[in-house]
Each structure stands twice: as C-alpha cells, then as structure tokens.
C-alpha cells in the first residue's frame, strides 16, 4: 500500500492505495484532517501570545501584592507600622506627598515614616531593561519623559521626587486645579516640537525613588538610631527595589554534537554563515557550464565584504553581487548563479560590520582574535540594567582603550539576536573545513564526519512517536524525566503552526496503521508556507499579488491586440516580455 499526504498549515489530506508495477490497483480510502493551526485568523499571531501576556500581568500583580504584603508585615514587626490594621488603616488620611517631603528636613514619628515608605512602594519607578527595551519605541518615550523630568526637578530645586511632586501640587489655587501625579500618555508638544505626539510629561525611573528612599533614610535616621539601623534599612530597599533578573531561555543541542548551540552574535557562527553563503556561489554564462569559485576569488570577495565602507545603518551593510563580480573581474555576460530577482546581494558579517565601525572599535576589532571578541559579544548581550551598562562601558574603557564615546557605542552595538543551528565544535571545524577549500556546506559537514541532513538510524517503529523523541536536535530541550508528558519530556519547537501541524501528522498516520496496517510507501508534499516565518509568508502573498497583477495587465494587453486571453497566450506574451529584457 502506498499512503500519498498533503499536509498544509491547517489540514492533512491523505489517501491510501494499492499500487502494482507503479499503478493505482485500488483505492483503499482517503480523506482530510482539519484543525486550527493555533494562530489568529486575522493578526496570524500565535495564540499563545494573549495567553503570555495575561500570564504576565497575573504574575506582576501577585509579585506586587506580596511585596506589599512582606513590605506591611516587616514595618509592623520593627514599630514603623501600627500592628493593629485598624490604625493602620487611619494613616491613609496623612498626605504621603508632604510626609515625603517634610521627612527630608524633620523627624517624623516612626508610622509616619512608614506611611511614606508604603506609599514608595505603591510606584517604585520603571526600571529599564537595555536588553528587552532596544528598540522600543514605548521605551524612548519614556527616556524622554524621565529627561524631562530630571531638568523639572533641578528648575524647582527638589531635592527628590516626592518633593517635586509636593511642590506641584502645593503651588496649585485650589483643590480642583491639583496636578495629576500619575504617569499618563497624552498628546501634546513638547521640548520646543513643532507639532503634537504622543508622549509623557514626566516619568519617573527607579533610579528617582531608590535615591528618594536614600535621602529619607538617611535624614530619619539621625532622628531613630536606635530603630532606622542599617540592617533594617538593606531588609525594606530589598522588598521594595529588587526585582527578578531575565529569565535565559533554554538552548537546543546542537545538529551533531552534544554542545549547546551558539548565539547568532558569536563571531565564529557568523564567519561561517559567510564562507558558506560565498563558497555557494557559481559563475555562469550563456552557453557555458556554471563553475565554482577559485580559492583565490573567494578570498577577494571575503575581503572585499569585510572591508566594505561602513554606512549609517547595518541595512547598507552589503554588496550587490554584480559589485563582486566587478572584484573577481567577471567577463561581460558573467554573472552568479545566485542573482535572481529576489537576491541580488550579500550581507556583510553583521558582528565584524557592527564592531568594526568607526565610532566602536574601528580597525582594531580585527586585531583581536575569536576569544577575545566574543568575550565582548557575550558582555554586550549579557547587559540588562543601566548600572551592568556602566560597568560595561569603564571595562571597555580600562581594557580595550577605547574612548568614552567608542566605548559607549560599542556597547550598544547592533547584534543578531537568538541561536545558530551549532555548538562550539561543530562550528569550529565546519568553518576550517569551509575555509581551507572552496566547497559547500554539505561537503564540509562530510570532511568533519558528518551528514548534513540525514539522521536516520535504520531502526523499524511500529507506529509513529512523539516528533520531540526522533528531531531532539531541533526543538527547544525538554525534562528527559520519564514521568512527564511527552512535550514537557522531550521537547518542543517553538512555531506553533508546526508544532500542532507534526502532532496531527502522528495521529492521523498512527490511525491509519491502526485500521490497515503499516504502508510499504509513504509520500509527503508539503504546503510552502508550513515552516516559513510570518515575515516569509508575508514576502510569499507580496511576490504573489505582484505576479497576480503582472498577470491582469498582460493580459488587459493581449484583449488590447484582439487576441484571446489565455493562459497560453498569457505565457507566450511574458516570455517575449522576458526575452526583450535580456536583449
């Protein structure tokens, strides 16, 4: 029997016969699988992502509730609130703005002073992560905001946050006049601007209340020695200031090793994206045989990427292949196998590009050898906060000498984000079996004794298992705990189209062995769009309505000439079309 399957991005049709000599004999049975490819209809966004982000609030709040809670809890046990809720209830009448403020300069009555760091906690500021907010246009806004802010304050002389906030409201006619104190998003023009945007007038970061609970600390406890002491003070900025660093999301192994995969940014895996992409370039002419690459040209056109003139954007950062065949000095009528439509450049290594750049490290990123420039990749990718961004900046300055501004910007380079598809090993002899001779990926992956792509092992299976247990070099690791369900044990890929899509594929096939046994045949056609990403099926609809369109206009001209539009006399008229371009 042999089992034909179509598997698409949200259905599986299948179709079972008996075949001789080649030839259908019998049709067995058939029919189509449909299921929800676990996106939205129309954003196409996977569904987990509203999960996630509700997820995420739950978990802000609850952190939230508990810090207030272990916030009351403490201040009670050391006097800094009243034990019984009832009085404590009683201080929410006291003004926390001018407590706030009035702590500064007097002493204030120990629940006073908890009152005031209560209501520091309610809004304990927004602290910037540099690595989840790079290129956040919500984030630059609030940039803006807390520069704002900063020059408000040292305009009105305040000394922290609640003072300026004290001062505003103080200089208010009358109660309804109050200035609002909460963080709102409105409209306006700002900083001089000749028109209105959204924005922020002012926006407090965490900074602006760790230093206020400083400040106050500090002034009070010249007043409580016995009670403000400086264990207690580290116990309540801890509750109130700390807060969780990133998660690291887990990394898969890599295809043919036990290593982990590399991050995208590792200097190494981008040297060996560029040998294979040139040494997959083959020169062709009309009338001759396409051939590869001499050792020599590809090192022209290697050296000519990584010497490109630096532009304002990494977009720029990348030749256009008749430039490099202007490099190799092509004959006329030469060109790359490669230059198409839809390529017809390559990109520069992207970390070499970044760091190389004038106003970072300039010529020296080169000097340096593979350690030492992931050592300053992997600090670049590993700085979340302000101060490790500080730390970072004076380690470049103390041991790379660069200057404050190279230092700066080469800590905010531009960097690939996520993992390559190898570890370390697998990278390092990959790339030295690419660079000592112009071949492919898929022979370089046999010089190091591998296979590019097959896996199979030659073991029998009576009915097909989980995909995580067979592609365990391709998804996400899971537990290997054998009292786990298969996904949590094994794994997952992370592209829920596919995840489902594979998951679907096993029961179907599996019911089918059920009813009439294993088939002698299996044959798969795969729909294009199954594994592509949402920024390559949005590439795929965009070639598809400029063909579509193409296709109405020509044949607008073939009704224009009196002839009849149709599909033949639609093709004949584009490869004329096709011909006169390349006269």
């Known amino acids: 029997m042999r089992l034909g399957l179509d598997i698409g991005t949200n259905s599986i049709g299948w179709w079972l016969y008996a075949a001789e000599n080649g030839s259908i004999s019998e049709v067995v049975d058939g029919g189509v699988r449909i299921f929800s490819d676990g996106r939205d209809p129309k954003s196409k966004a996977s569904l987990a992502v509203d999960r996630r982000a509700a997820r995420a609030q739950r978990r802000r709040r609850d952190r939230y509730l508990r810090r207030k809670a272990a916030l009351m809890k403490r201040m009670a046990e050391v006097g800094l609130m009243p034990a019984n809720p009832a009085v404590a209830k009683e201080l929410e009448l006291l003004d926390p703005y001018a407590l706030r403020a009035r702590g500064l300069d007097q002493a204030l009555p120990l629940t006073h002073l908890g009152r005031a760091l209560f209501h520091l906690?309610?809004?304990?500021?927004?602290?910037?992560?540099r690595k989840t907010d790079r290129g956040d246009n919500?984030?630059?806004?609030?940039k803006d905001a807390t520069a704002r802010l900063d020059q408000a304050m040292m305009a009105k002389g305040a000394r922290t946050y609640g003072e300026f906030l004290h001062m505003r409201r103080a200089a208010a006619p009358d109660e309804r006049q109050v200035p609002t104190v909460r963080t709102r998003l409105s409209i306006a023009k700002r900083d001089n601007a000749e028109k209105e945007e959204a924005g922020y007038d002012y926006y407090p970061d965490r900074r602006h209340l760790a230093e206020e609970f400083d400040k106050l600390w500090r002034a009070q406890a010249a007043c409580h020695a016995d009670a403000l002491t400086d264990e207690l003070r580290s116990e309540i900025e801890t509750i109130i200031f700390h807060q969780r660093p990133l998660k690291i999301p887990k990394v898969g192994l890599c295809l043919f090793t036990d290593d982990l995969r590399i991050p995208s940014a590792?200097?190494?895996?981008?040297?060996?994206?560029?040998?294979?992409?040139?040494?997959?370039?083959?020169?062709?002419?009309?009338?001759?045989?396409?051939r590869g690459l001499t050792k020599e040209e590809r090192d022209q056109i290697v050296h000519a990427l990584d010497n490109k003139v630096h532009t304002k954007s990494m977009l720029g950062m990348s030749m256009k292949l008749a430039a490099l065949g202007k490099v190799i000095k092509l004959r006329k009528g030469q060109g790359f196998t490669l230059e198409t439509a839809n390529r017809d450049a390559i990109a520069c290594d992207p970390v070499r590009a970044s760091l190389?750049?004038?106003?970072r490290f300039g010529p020296r990123w080169s000097a340096l050898d593979s350690h030492s420039q992931w050592k300053i990749v992997r600090r670049i990718r590993a700085v979340?906060?302000?101060?490790c961004f500080d730390i970072f900046v004076t380690w470049l300055k103390t041991h790379h000498q660069l200057e404050h501004t190279n230092a700066i910007e080469a800590a905010k380079a531009p960097l690939p984000e996520g993992y390559g598809r190898l570890g370390l090993t697998a990278t390092t002899r990959i790339l030295a079996a690419l660079e000592a001779d112009v071949i492919p990926y898929s022979a370089a992956v046999a010089a190091c004794g591998w296979h590019h792509s097959d896996g199979r092992t030659g073991e029998g299976l009576d009915a097909l298992p989980y995909y995580g247990q067979i592609l365990d070099r391709h998804v996400i690791p899971g537990s290997y705990d054998e009292r786990d369900d298969d996904v949590t044990r094994y794994g997952r890929v992370t592209n829920p189209t596919v995840h489902i899509g594979l998951n679907q594929l096993r029961r179907l096939v599996n019911q089918i062995i059920t009813v009439y046994g294993k088939p002698d045949e299996i044959v798969v056609e795969l729909a294009r769009d199954l594994k592509l990403s949402e920024d390559q099926k949005r590439e795929v609809q965009r070639?598809?309505?400029?063909?579509?369109?193409?296709?109405?206009?020509?044949?607008?001209?073939?009704e224009e000439?009196?002839?009849?539009?149709?599909?033949?006399?639609?093709?004949?008229?584009?490869?004329?079309?096709?011909?006169?371009?390349?006269?």
């Open 121 to 129: 906690n309610q809004r304990r500021g927004f602290k910037s992560n």
């Open 138 to 142: 919500e984030s630059g806004k609030i």
């Open 266 to 290: 590792h200097p190494l895996n981008q040297r060996r994206i560029l040998f294979e992409t040139v040494n997959a370039l083959r020169i062709t002419a009309q009338g001759e045989a396409a």
């Open 356 to 359: 190389s750049h004038p106003d």
């Open 384 to 387: 979340q906060s302000e101060e």
């Open 543 to 558: 070639d598809i309505k400029k063909n579509t369109d193409a296709a109405i206009a020509r044949g607008l001209k073939l």
């Open 561 to 583: 000439m009196g002839v009849p539009n149709t599909g033949a006399n639609r093709l004949r008229l584009r490869l004329w079309i096709v011909s006169q371009e390349l006269v």
